[in-house]
């Protein structure tokens, strides 16, 4: 007898306790930014894709995930004809993201990346590619790296100056 | 000489810097302006190591490794802090102004400064200043340059000027203003260009076709192959990425190519990524494999003549010739060519001379060339030869104390003092500037100057300019002779090997042959394609043409006589040249980049090159082989074969390990996005390639670097072309392990044999032919980058038998009833009686020349 009364005196006390089950998925979790799951090229602050294909990120892959094939504009400009990424092998481990010269390559946190089919889960560019800067507003690679672009601001010294 | 490095008591040889003795040792010692084969000019200051006289001194000193001769008792320390702590100042300061871009950088994984600033430390910039920015200039085809990443170690121009003695190159500013390159856009007129993409410790200068056609360094599979473009069979790297060709590099051979490797050689097998044929034709009529391979084997069952190429493998070679038999199998060649070059392999036997090496032609101290334009014919040679040229200097500088490693201090003790070298040629040359003797001969007189200097070694009487040169030649410890088939005819060889007699065993000699395969071809037999028309003529049967040589290297009218009498005409190619789009059936194959094959250089060395590119489709040798009911599916059953036919042959085997080597990885260790196509598993593209005919394997699987046999290497451990001095026994000395390859001639072996005799006076002009280091055939020209690089074909006329002719300069010709390639130019160099003319083979041709109507 005590121990049926102790039994609901325990379920009893629950029906009261705060709730831990999320009614995922009609209720979407709030996930901390720097949780890592889907991935994503980010822009400049002009607009302009910030990737420009140096590979570091397929080169660190643990899981060899990520193929990029590098092109180049006429003003000098390098940027990936093609980036790949197989979110099948991928284990977020978000490596590509520290290794990333550029900003570019961002983890973000949508982990809902389910598909029917393995081929669906063969991210191209476009798939990756988004329109904002995501976690590093402002910066942008080629106003600190020392490859000469067109358009950018640099004043080229005069090497027939014999001044020391 | 006893030295101590880093605790380690080393024996060492005398008369070297610290630095090239350090590094023969295997003890790294960082460095930047320092190369093996341009010296030290302790520009870079990178090298700075402890020095201690002697077991007593404890103080010791820093010193620059590469300036600093070994001394006896010498104790260095190449960590000692101090040292560390100033080789890492060097590395902040020389990263001052050097740009933030190695993630644009083609350089970027196999660079030499990345290496240097890893292994100093440096990571952090601790100067604020704006970097320097300097403009940058187009330098044609061949190279990328971006001025702001240069460090100012002045390889690139030491290289450039000093080596390949080019002089459109210069260094210009001071301060930390220095730049380098060409002042005005344009190639660069040098045929050794490219060569500044490999010598740049940076990425200032890089290979442009890369650069295109990018792929990370460790992205890609490296082969080790031969250069299929000239006759010295440079040993070269294919680096291969999703199936294309995307760079050419440098692999060292002690004996052959060394450090370096000529434009031709490092950009003509992109030739490979040119339009190819791909499937099987019928008169121009594309059909099934099956098809083609029933039509073939009923030319064969109809008893068809072979022609072999000089522009094929052995293997390739061999298969024909046993398919159709000894008595059916010609050399796609004109006779005179054949004859020629089945010559040149008899000289070589029967000695007395020893058969000079690309690294003899560097060593020689006194030279002579017979009628051979060496940068034309054989570019590699040429560079070797402009290096033989500085021999008296360093010998000069010696004397005085100076040791030759110190290389910009011998350029001045040595007082310019060059080496004597001779130089017949019909027209101005290239290497004219190292010559002292320049000599002008029409072609045909080119034999009897030689035949001159032979006369005058036996002290005979001769003409005063011989006398000079035989004099020199007699003084000479190494005298060099160099001949080759550049003019089409068998009289310098001759002449050459009369003075290789007239000297004796000190003599050296070099011979060069047209093609890759010409020497292979010619140890396989087989009389010019003359006799197979005759043969043809007499009794009309089915033809089997191998390769798309032979518009090249034999007259028109020998071709369409041959052509004409043949009942069927099969041509086996891998590019689509003119005798393709004719031939009645046409089986594609694979390019000399995608195949494993034997190719036998001018001195005879037997070199394996390995399949660099995949392709579908199969090499010659491959296809041939069941047609006549062999079995050999693999190249060492094809090689087994040869041995087993041909026992002069057999050595060829030796060339470089079989398959059971293996397996050796073609790809580094840190090859990335293999997974990126593949679905979990669900390979799309199969299994990884097999190869059947190498050790290699297309993946990271097997031996990397020094663990891998000698010719089987592609790399010695090191990121960078700057590490190659870790694949050797000792710097500039032979790959490790010993070079790869296998020589066959051994001089003194063979009988003399009958001189062969050119054949003289016919109507007309003689023929010129003029060879350009950029393009010397139908496989340079399929290469893009060659391709932009060359120049356009060259019609040379004297004026005066212009004007007997009644032709002005621009005028449209016809040579023997056939309208020229070019336009007439009229060049006063250019021998009166002769018509000189790109890409024609001499073959002692006369033709008519007449207006075009």
Known sequence: MRGIIDSFLRVGRMVFAPTKTREYPEVKPVLPPRTRGRIVLTRDPDGQERCVACNLCAAVCPVDCIEVVKAETPDGRWYPETFRINFARCIFCGFCEEACPTSAIQLTPDVELADYDRGFLQYEKPDLLIAGEGKHPGYRYWDVAGKAIAGKVQAPVDPKDLCP | MKITVNGRDLTVEPGHDLLTTCLSHGIEVPHFCWHGDLGSVGACRLCAVKVFDDPDDTTGRLEMACTTPVRDGQRVEVMAPEAERFRARIIEWLMVNHPHDCAVCEEGGACHLQDMVVASGHRHRRVSVAKRVHRNVDHGPFLTQEMNRCIGCYRCLRFYRDHAGGRDFEVIGAHDRVWFGRTEPGALDSPFAGNLAEVCPTGVFDDRWWSRHYARPWDMAATPAICTHCAVGCNITLFEHGGTLRKVQNRTHGAVNGSFLCDRGRFGPMAAEAERPLFPSRKGGEIPWVEAVADARALVAQGAVGIGSPRASLEANFALRRLVGEDRFFAGVSDDEAALVRRMAEILRA??????????????????????????????????????????????????????????????????????????????????????????????????????????????????????????????????????????????????????????????????????????????????????????????RPVIVLDAALPDRAPADTVERLMAAATTVMVLDWLNGPLSARADLMLPVSAPVEAAGTWINHEGRAQRSFAGRPSDLVPAWRLLAPLCGGTETTLDEMLAALAHDCPDLAAVTQAAPGAAAGPVARLPARASGRTARDLAGRLP??????????????????????????????????????????????????????????????????????????????????????????????????????????????????????????????????????????PLALDASVPPGHVALTGARGHGLFVTVEAAP
């Open chain 2, 351 to 540: 000695g007395p001379g020893r058969i000079a090496s690309v690294r003899d032609i560097g060593r020689a101290d006194a030279a002579l060339v017979l009628g051979e334009d060496l940068t034309g014919t054989a570019p590699r040679a040429a560079l070797a030869l402009r290096q033989a040229a500085r021999g008296a200097e360093k010998r000069l500088a010696a004397e005085k104390g100076v040791p030759e490693w110190m290389d910009a201090a011998v350029r001045v003790a040595g007082e310019g003092r060059r080496s004597p070298i001779a130089l017949v040629t019909p027209r101005p040359d290239a290497l004219d500037e190292v010559a002292t003797w320049p000599l002008r001969r029409p072609p045909a007189e080119v034999a009897a100057f030689g035949r001159a200097v032979a006369a005058a070694l036996r002290g005979e009487p001769a003409e005063p300019q011989a006398r000079e040169v035989a004099a020199a030649l007699a003084a000479a410890n190494a005298p060099l002779l160099v001949a080759g088939a550049g003019l089409g005819l068998a009289g310098p060889a001759e002449a050459m090997a009369e003075i290789a007699r007239a000297l004796g065993p000190k003599a050296m000699v070099a011979l060069f042959p047209p093609e890759a395969g010409s020497l292979g071809l010619a140890l396989l037999g087989g009389a010019g394609i003359d006799h197979a028309a005759r043969a043809l003529e007499a009794e009309p």
């Open chain 2, 685 to 822: 593209d199969g299994q990884p390639r097999q190869d059947a005919d190498s050790a290699l394997v297309w993946s990271m699987e097997g031996a990397h670097g020094l663990d891998a046999p000698p010719a089987l290497r592609t790399d010695a451990g090191h990121h960078s072309a700057s590490g190659a001095w870790a694949g050797t026994d000792g710097v500039g000395g032979p790959v490790t392990g010993g070079d790869p390859g296998v020589l066959l001639l051994h001089p003194g072996t063979g009988a003399a044999g009958q001189p062969l005799a050119d054949r003289t006076g016919t109507e007309g002009l003689a023929v010129l032919p003029l060879h350009d280091p950029f393009a010397a055939s139908a496989a340079d020209r399929a290469s893009p980058p060659l391709a932009e690089r060359a120049p356009r074909p060259r019609l040379l006329m004297h004026p005066g038998d212009a004007a007997h002719l009644g032709l002005a300069e621009g005028a449209l010709v016809l040579l023997d009833g056939v309208p020229a390639p070019a």
